[in-house]
């Protein structure tokens, strides 16, 4: 079985679920205000089917380790405890999840729960990839860059292995994982190398409510100008910038594609939002070197060939040319035959590495033990 609520905190939210392979999605509509009802109706649909002792383990995936966590365990009390310290760290997941967690412990206290942290994948990035231009002091206190969409990275670059084979991989690559959180990794020799997040989730380029990358001074003249404090600060570049703030009306890619030539607001919503992605595999292949592959994921990465094609427009000088058949028809590789650069679309897959990583710390064989 598999599932997804989306949209929650809107009047839109979609419960929906696949039991089996090939079976049709199943799809409705819900109540899902905030997380805490998500959750709800996640241990509901779980109760419905009747399936709480087949339940063996939970895998979460945690948007944030900090500096100390950054392999999968199994979750704690005394790790419970650390993790709400991180939860400022990223407001727009971090609370979710913990509550997430906390629900399951206490529906099901016998079933053992595992952490998996997005930022694992970014651990090991050079120092000169980690570090803030700000005093050294605030070093000591955690502040660098992190690194986020790991889990998603893990997957990409382990089924580059097994698509291409470890030579691939090896090389070049940039991939983009472009959902309603958008980053881009650059990766040499299966190693990261940069990143476009930093120390939160809402640093690097635009996405469906975060702003990305802002000047410094905005801080200063919006508390002057419009007495905004820290926290309406973060709470304008979390939850109401990117396409949402630019086009007035969605934070939803398929909405803004929808109605883009009648409304220039959505159209430069979208322009800003391929460009700066644009940009971004610009800066990395200099970063890098050159580039062999570029992989685009995630919901929009995956499922929008108008943005792909947008953004890889302009971007032969570095050997990307995409064919246009393949794009529209989301092929498994979209570049044109004979150019330098390999351009793929890989379905991520999150859940896997999740799943593996649970089998992994509670040693689980092929039959995982009742």
């Known amino acids: 079985m598999k599932g997804q609520i989306e949209r929650i905190g809107t009047p839109d939210a979609l419960f929906s679920t696949q039991e089996g392979e090939h079976a049709a999605h199943a799809t409705r509509p819900v109540a899902a205000a905030d997380y805490a009802s998500a959750v709800q109706l996640l241990i509901d649909w779980i109760d419905e089917k009747d399936i709480d002792d087949t339940l063996i383990a939970v895998g979460h995936r945690i948007v944030h380790g900090g500096a100390n966590f950054h392999e999968p365990q199994r979750l704690t009390p005394t790790m419970m405890a650390e993790l709400q310290q991180l939860a400022p760290l990223d407001r727009q997941h971090m609370p979710g999840e913990i509550a997430l967690a906390d629900a399951f412990q206490q529906r099901f206290p016998t079933v053992a729960q595992v952490v998996c942290f997005d930022t694992a994948f970014h651990h090991n990035l050079p120092r000169i990839a980690q570090m803030l231009p700000i005093p050294r002091r605030y070093e000591a206190q955690g502040v660098r860059r992190y690194g986020f969409h790991g889990l998603s990275y893990e997957f990409l670059m382990s089924e580059l292995i097994q698509i291409e084979g470890a030579a691939a991989a090896r090389g070049r690559v940039i991939l983009a994982h472009l959902g309603n959180g958008a980053s881009l990794a650059a990766v040499s ?60 009306t969605s934070a939803d890619m398929r909405d803004l594609l929808k109605v883009e030539t009648e409304d220039p607001r959505a159209a430069e919503a979208v322009a800003l939002f391929c460009y700066q992605i644009k940009k971004t595999i610009g800066a990395y292949a200099a970063a890098l070197g050159g580039l062999d592959t570029l992989v685009f994921s995630g919901g929009i990465g995956e499922k929008a060939p108008v943005v792909r ?47 593996r990583s649970v089998c992994n710390v509670l040693r689980f064989n092929d039959t995982p033990p009742r």
Do not use: H
Request: proline residues 3%.
């Open 189 to 248: 020799a299966g190693k990261p190398v940069d990143t476009s997040m930093g120390f939160t989730p809402t640093a690097g380029v635009s996405m469906g409510t975060r702003s990305g990358d802002l000047d410094p001074g905005l801080v200063g003249y919006l508390a002057r100008n419009e007495n905004m404090n820290a926290e309406q600060f973060d709470d304008m570049v979390n939850f109401k910038s990117g396409l949402l703030g630019v086009s007035e």
């Open 309 to 355: 094609a947008r953004i890889c427009t302009g971007l032969g000088f570095l050997g990307i040319k995409l064919e246009a058949s393949r794009n529209e028809q989301n092929a498994d590789v979209i570049s044109a035959d004979g150019g330098w650069v390999k351009v793929r679309v890989i379905r991520t897959n999150e859940e896997l590495v999740i799943a």
